[in-house]
């Protein structure tokens, strides 16, 4: 089990999120009010907090959101879960559907560090059921 530790959006593409600490999750579609949230495959992108300070680690100075995460989470390591994989956090229920990407050339990070970890790091999935997820919430596989 892993928990919350940032809930993060951008209202518009192309920016680094922002920490908003809670958010609504809606069926079918993402993150209420994140740019990019719609009727794909890619509704919601979560990012091991491990993995994370371990960038950190390398003298990253980087906060919550900049990676392009919606939720930063402890506890799981999101490589060694498989496409299907289901996720709960209260009454929110996420499946895997995408296992890292391509990145785009040139993020602000990359140019900074020489390396991203969203691409290799990074998991994809879509909203099951919809709800509200706050910090310091619980996420479990199911």
């Known amino acids: 089990m ?12 192309g920016v680094q999120k922002r ?12 993150i209420e009010k994140d740019a990019h949230a719609g009727k ?5 992108s979560l990012l091991s907090f491990d993995k ?3 960038f950190k680690a390398k003298g990253a100075e980087i906060k919550d959101g900049d990676f392009g ?3 930063v989470v402890t506890g799981i390591d999101f490589r060694n879960c498989s496409i ?4 709960r956090c209260n009454e929110v229920i996420l499946e ?4 890292g990407k391509e990145c785009h050339n040139g993020c602000e990070i990359f140019k900074i560090m020489g390396d991203c970890i969203m ?14 997820i706050t910090e310091g919430d619980d996420l479990e596989i199911i």
């Open 19 to 30: 920490n908003v600490h809670t958010a609504n999750f809606i069926e079918d579609y993402g």
């Open 69 to 71: 995460e919606n939720l």
């Open 84 to 87: 299907g994989t289901r996720f």
């Open 119 to 132: 691409p290799r790091e990074g998991v994809f999935t879509k909203v099951l059921h919809g709800g509200t």
């Open 40 to 44: 794909w495959h890619r509704q919601v």
């Open 52 to 54: 994370i300070e371990d």
């Open 2 to 13: 892993g928990q919350v530790v940032a809930v993060c959006i951008s209202e518009i593409k």
């Open 96 to 99: 895997l559907t995408q296992i």
